[in-house]
C-alpha cells in the first residue's frame, strides 16, 4: 500500500527565512513524488515532481525539493519565503511501477507567512 | 482551466436530494479521477476511470455514483444515501501515457452544502 504523511499542520515563518515542509512516504519499490498548492476555493496547482534522476529539483515559484531514499523524505523547501506562498501544501505518491494506481496524497501543510 | 472544467463552483443539496457535479476535459486525456476535500483530511479518492464505460471505486465511494460514457466527461452523483456530503470536490485529468511524468491536473472544484 502507498501512504504519505505530512507530519505538520501548519508552518508559520517570517517573510524572508527559508521554509520547508515535510513529507514523507511509503511505496513498494521507486516512487514518483509530487508537489501540488492550493489557494482558497481553487484546485490544486502543480510545483514540482520527482522520478529518477538529482535528487533535487527544482519547480515552480523558486520552490524545490529534495528527494532522500533512505530517509523515504521528499521535503518541500524554498530559500527565502514570501507571503505570497502563504497556502495548503500538498505531497503525493505513487509507486513507479504499479501500473495506472491513483496518486495518494498526505493531508496538506498549511503554510503561513508573516510579513 | 488548464483543460479541465468543473461546474457548478457553488452547490446546494437538500436533505434527500441527489445533485450532480460536472467535470469536462478537452485534453483527450484518458484518465480521469474525483476527489473529495474536508479540513484536516487531505484529499480523499472517490471514483477513477481509466477508459469509457469502465470506472473503479475509491476508498470512499459509498453514497457516490459515476459514469464515464464520453472521455471528456466524468459526472459525479452524490446520493441522499451520502449522508455528510458537505465537502470541496476536486475532479482531475491525466494522460495514460506517462501519467508520472504530467502527474494531474485540477479542476477549480465544486463546494457542495447541505441545506
Known amino acids: 500500500a502507498q501512504s504519505v504523511a505530512q507530519p505538520e499542520d501548519q508552518v508559520n515563518v517570517a517573510e524572508g527565512n527559508p521554509l520547508t515542509v515535510k513529507c514523507t512516504y511509503s511505496v513498494s519499490g521507486n516512487p514518483y513524488l509530487f508537489w501540488y498548492v492550493q489557494y482558497p476555493n481553487r484546485g490544486l496547482q502543480f510545483l514540482l515532481k520527482y522520478i529518477t534522476g538529482d535528487n533535487l529539483v527544482k519547480g515552480s515559484y523558486g520552490f524545490e525539493a529534495e528527494f532522500n531514499k533512505s530517509q523515504t523524505s521528499f521535503h518541500l523547501k524554498k530559500p527565502s519565503a514570501l507571503v505570497s506562498d502563504s497556502a495548503l501544501y500538498f505531497c503525493?505518491?505513487?509507486?513507479?511501477?504499479?501500473?495506472?494506481?491513483?496518486?495518494?496524497f498526505g493531508k496538506g501543510t498549511r503554510l503561513s507567512v508573516i510579513a | 482551466d488548464g483543460g479541465i472544467t468543473q461546474s457548478p463552483k457553488y452547490l446546494f443539496r437538500k436533505e434527500g436530494q441527489n445533485v450532480t457535479l460536472s467535470c469536462e476535459q478537452n485534453l483527450n486525456h484518458d484518465a480521469m479521477y474525483w476527489y473529495r476535500q474536508d479540513p484536516g483530511q487531505g484529499l480523499r479518492l472517490i471514483y477513477y476511470s481509466q477508459i469509457v464505460n469502465d470506472f473503479q471505486k475509491g476508498d470512499i465511494a459509498e453514497g457516490y455514483s459515476v459514469s464515464r460514457e464520453k472521455k471528456e466527461s466524468f459526472p459525479l452523483t452524490v446520493t441522499s444515501a451520502q449522508k455528510n456530503p458537505t465537502a470541496f470536490y476536486l475532479c482531475?485529468?491525466?494522460?495514460?501515457?506517462?501519467?508520472?511524468?504530467?502527474?494531474?491536473?485540477f479542476g477549480s472544484g465544486t463546494r457542495l452544502t447541505v441545506v
Open positions: 503525493a505518491v505513487r509507486a513507479l511501477n504499479s501500473g495506472n494506481t491513483p496518486l495518494v
Open positions: 482531475a485529468r491525466t494522460p495514460l501515457t506517462a501519467p508520472g511524468d504530467y502527474g494531474y491536473t
